[in-house]
């Protein structure tokens, strides 16, 4: 049979997906600021064109994080079979995270050891992208012609949104459904579980705005930090409670991911705190905020919750709020494909 081929030729290439996924953890693409982009994209391409895909660089023209010194470089290869439809796409995300505090191995060394590859980017998402590539790899050096097509694509930026990358790519039509048939996208989520979709997501900020003055007479400003502090109060008793008491319909996993939720992912206001002192009244506080929404609420009704919860908050003049960038991604469900029956 073609699968059990296919199968076995997969096994024959273990060694190389893994030292491909090492040499992937070894480039620190951390995000922000967006390090080694084109490089990390240049060597999945070449290992792509070794795989015998035509292979595409897309740089993000236009998009403010596309710079001489961060430059946004995308990477796409096609290969073909019989026809070009249909066409499936796999993409994975080469951005990862800062490594952060705590690690007892190099977080960028790509370690293989007791059966597992260590390092930032090994889940999350080195390991999904070679995945894809070695998949289709197997499928080749077994011999086995497909009727469509298969694109893989590693993207930027999906840590901050992906605004350079996957949107780029859909927003100039190289990746759509006039053209694509079915996306894989293997992000992780255990070892077995299959998904079908996520929550919508919509990022916002807040900024509070106070006025200056010394802090040993803080009663002639206003400190736009407690004006902060108040508005998070009120998110917490009175918006937070409400979130957790909604839950989708959806066959959602895990269980915790069927409610509407809110995260605060960063705050920052007033004077550095590890800076040089100064006895000033904080005149403004920003916040950042992930408020990820459910198929039942929708975009706009999420949208409007939050305005009108800000409206209610403070006087006009004391807080401004605008919507930085509001990620507004396609919502569907999320649940694994059945197994077949033991037996």
């Known amino acids: 049979m073609s699968a059990d081929r296919v199968m076995a030729a997969i096994d024959t290439l273990t060694d190389e997906a893994v030292a491909f996924t090492s040499d992937l953890i070894r480039m620190p693409t951390v995000n922000p600021p967006g390090e080694l982009y084109e490089e990390c994209a240049r060597f999945i391409g070449d290992t792509l064109a070794k795989c015998r895909f035509e292979v595409e660089y897309h740089p ?5 994080e596309h710079t001489r010194t961060h430059p946004r470089i995308n990477v796409v290869g096609t290969r073909r079979g019989r026809s070009l439809r249909p066409l499936v796409h796999l993409n994975g995300h080469f951005d990862v995270v800062p490594a952060g505090a705590g690690w007892t191995v190099d977080p960028f ?20 992208i070679a995945a ?25 930026d999906e840590e ?13 039509g190289r ?26 997501v919509y990022w916002f900020e807040v900024l509070t705005k106070g006025r200056i003055a010394h802090g ?3 009663f ?60 000033c009244v904080a005149d403004r506080c920003r916040t950042v905020f992930d408020r990820r929404f459910l198929l039942e609420e929708g975009f706009d009704a999420t ?40 037996g």
Request: charge should be positive; aromatic fraction near 4%; glycine fraction near 12%.
């Open 60 to 64: 993000a023209e236009g998009m403010k």
């Open 109 to 128: 060394g790509g370690e293989v050891r007791d059966g597992r590859i260590w390092g930032r980017g090994s889940c999350d998402m080195k390991a999904g």
């Open 132 to 156: 894809a590539v070695f998949a289709a790899e197997g499928i080749r050096r077994a011999g086995v012609e497909l009727n469509g097509s298969v694109e893989i694509s590693g993207t930027v």
């Open 160 to 172: 901050s949104g992906g605004f350079a990358g996957v949107a780029w790519l859909a927003h100039h």
């Open 175 to 200: 990746v759509s459904a006039d053209r694509t048939d079915f996306a894989i996208i293997p992000e992780p989520l255990y070892v077995d579980r299959i998904c079908i979709g996520h929550r919508g």
């Open 216 to 218: 040993s007479m803080p």
């Open 220 to 279: 002639h400003g206003v400190n736009a930090v407690e004006h902060m502090g108040m508005l998070l109060d009120r998110i917490h008793n009175e918006l937070q409670p409400r979130l957790a008491a909604r839950t989708t319909a959806m066959p959602v996993v895990p269980p915790g991911a069927r409610h509407a939720t809110l995260n605060i992912n960063g705050i920052e206001g007033g004077q550095p705190v590890d800076g040089i002192q100064t006895p």
């Open 303 to 342: 949208k409007a919750e939050i305005i009108a919860l800000l409206s209610r908050h403070v006087r006009p003049e004391a807080l401004r709020a605008h919507r930085r960038r509001a990620a507004l991604r396609r919502v569907r469900t999320r649940h694994p494909r059945p197994r077949p029956p033991a």
